[in-house]
Nanobody, 123 residues
Framework: QVQLVESGGGLVQAGGSLRLSCAAS????????MGWFRQAPGKEREFVAA????????YYADSVKGRFTISRDNVKNTVFLQMNGLKPEDTAVYYC????????????????WGQGTQVTVSS
């Protein structure tokens, strides 16, 4: 069992930045592909970004490409999401997730989820 705890959300003005963190309670963190998803009210959970086990590859949704950066620290068992140039449409609850199967874009592929952290971007 892997527990994931997100932090770093908050209220920010459009154009601002936030850095989300997700701490994992596992000694085998480097065996997991890590992803970030988000869910806005009334919408389905959507893929934001993913990173491979040792950070050699990253993947992004088109809507965040060039603005968001995913990274990980396998010593600290933590994955990060640096969000720059935030827009009101980025407002959502952001979740980190972990999986081992390799299909990084689908929520159903992920086995473990955090509780989420709220990001609100004001215009």
């Amino acid at each position: 069992q892997v527990q994931l705890v997100e932090s770093g959300g908050g209220l920010v003005q459009a154009g601002g930045s936030l850095r989300l963190s997700c701490a994992a309670s596992t000694r085998t963190f480097s065996t997991y592909i890590m992803g970030w998803f988000r869910q806005a009210p009334g919408k389905e959970r959507e893929f934001v970004a993913a990173i491979t086990r040792f950070g050699t590859a990253t993947y992004y949704a088109d809507s965040v490409k060039g603005r968001f950066t995913i990274s990980r620290d396998n010593v600290k068992n933590t994955v990060f999401l640096q969000m720059n140039g935030l827009k009101p449409e980025d407002t959502a609850v952001y979740y980190c997730a972990a999986q081992t199967r390799g299909e990084w874009g689908r929520p159903t592929t992920y086995d473990y989820w955090g509780q989420g952290t709220q990001v609100t971007v004001s215009s």
